[in-house]
């Protein structure tokens, strides 16, 4: 089940060779520095990484999201700063592939399939995370444009992106209210603040965005007015699946370093791996990443399939990314002093994986998505 084929299993192996030749050497350098290389996801567009599921008419790969979960895997198996940049920019191309007319295809589609053009997605607000639908951000109508104003937190590539999709409310309050925008990254009046000092992914780029008077013509609107939070919440029951891929290319990681560790490292005159505390260790790592492959693998083949997905999606999410927590806690542990260091990378994976259980919707809100999925489907 869930075999790549050999089309799939190249892809994957190409993935995997450009990232361990062009990320590996950098990507401990660029955790400690904070440094971002959008050149290195315009090299990754032009080896079609960047648009996997985008349509070929608009540049991209035309392929599934079980693709995309492959090639993130690999790509987070060496920086997973760069999976959740793939992933990210990928967020403006689901909205605009499900929601976009076709002039707004045209302008923006493939030039971020391909690389050329970062995208970024502004929901999250100060005052307004979990409960996304209060944003306070607003788009006022003037005449053929709309009038942006407000602020927008933690917005991977802030600064760095060509377009951002941003929320904002031209109606009264919840989610009815809300709308969505295409914002250009040079809008006029468009800037941006503080970027975040982070524990992990170091090498993505989280910044503060600041729209003062950013107007941008009508048909910048999504659909319609009003629409804007099934627009978020649709492009994030995808998001999820590509937080859960970059969780298990996370798991695999700390765990291809604790087994090879375990078997290098002698101590009382035999590998450590052989002392059952830690082989078992080893076992339950293995079982959590396989776990987590699985269901981020089952949530993609629904959405390939054209089924449900969302509370699968968000199941994917908890389990790969709580996975990905314990399986890079105990690669530390394994590595015992030396895993505490920065000789090893095992402590950036761990560093890395905490946000995950925080991104594109708490670990918490991911339980409050299926409890409402139960209660809908057990009648409540
Ligand atoms: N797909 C499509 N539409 C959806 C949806 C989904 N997955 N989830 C909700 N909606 C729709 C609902 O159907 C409802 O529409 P109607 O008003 O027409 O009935 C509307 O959106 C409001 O839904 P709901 O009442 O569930 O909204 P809540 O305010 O209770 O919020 C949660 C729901 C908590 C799930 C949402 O706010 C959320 O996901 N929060 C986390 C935000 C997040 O992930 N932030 C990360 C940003 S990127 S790092």
Redesign the pocket.
């Known amino acids: 089940m869930f075999e790549p084929t050999e089309d799939q299993a190249a892809l994957a192996a190409a993935a995997r060779a450009f990232c361990e030749d062009t990320l590996g050497p950098i990507a401990r350098e660029d955790d400690e520095a904070e440094r971002f290389r959008p050149e290195l996801i315009r090299a990754m567009g032009e080896m079609g990484l960047c648009g996997i599921p985008t349509p070929e008419a608009y540049g991209g790969m035309g392929l599934g999201y079980f693709e995309y979960c492959l090639v993130l895997e690999e790509i987070a198996r060496v920086s997973a700063s760069y999976a959740v940049s793939i992933a990210v920019t990928g967020l403006p191309q689901i909205i605009l592939n499900l929601f976009g007319t076709e002039a707004q295809k045209a302008a923006w589609l493939p030039g971020l399939a391909s690389g050329e053009l970062l995208g970024a997605?502004a929901?999250?607000e100060p005052g307004s995370?979990?409960?996304?639908?209060s944003l306070a951000t607003t788009a006022v109508r003037d005449g053929d444009t709309y009038v942006l104003n407000g602020t927008k937190f933690?917005i991977t590539h802030g600064s760095y992106a060509d377009v951002y999709i941003v929320m904002a409310r031209t109606g009264g309050p919840g989610?009815?209210g809300v709308s969505a925008f295409i914002v250009p990254g040079d809008a006029p009046g468009l800037s941006f603040g503080k970027k975040e000092e982070k524990m992990g992914m170091r090498a993505s780029p989280t910044v503060e965005v600041v729209l003062e008077d950013v107007r941008v013509p009508a048909d910048a609107l999504l659909k319609e007015e009003g629409f804007g939070?099934?627009v978020a919440?649709?492009a994030?029951?995808s998001g999820r699946i590509t937080i859960g891929a970059t969780s298990v290319g996370l798991c695999q990681a700390a765990l291809d370093s604790a087994s090879r560790y375990a078997i290098d490292r002698k101590q009382f005159g035999q590998p450590i791996v052989d002392f059952q505390g830690v082989g078992f260790m080893l076992a339950d790592m293995a079982c959590r990443t396989e776990t987590a492959r699985l269901l981020v693998h089952k949530a993609a083949a629904l959405k390939d399939a054209g089924r449900p997905f969302?509370h699968v999606a968000a199941m994917a999410k908890v389990t790969a990314t709580d996975a990905a927590m314990a399986v890079t806690t105990d690669a530390v542990q394994v590595f015992g002093g030396y895993g505490y260091t920065r000789e090893y990378p095992v402590e950036r994976y761990m560093r890395d994986a905490k946000v995950m259980q925080i991104?594109?919707?708490t670990n918490q809100?991911q339980r409050?998505?299926i409890a409402r999925h139960l209660k809908r489907t057990y009648g409540g």
């Open positions: 997605f929901l999250s995370g979990s409960d996304a639908a933690w989610p009815r939070f099934t919440m649709t994030l029951d969302s991104v594109e919707g809100i409050l998505v």
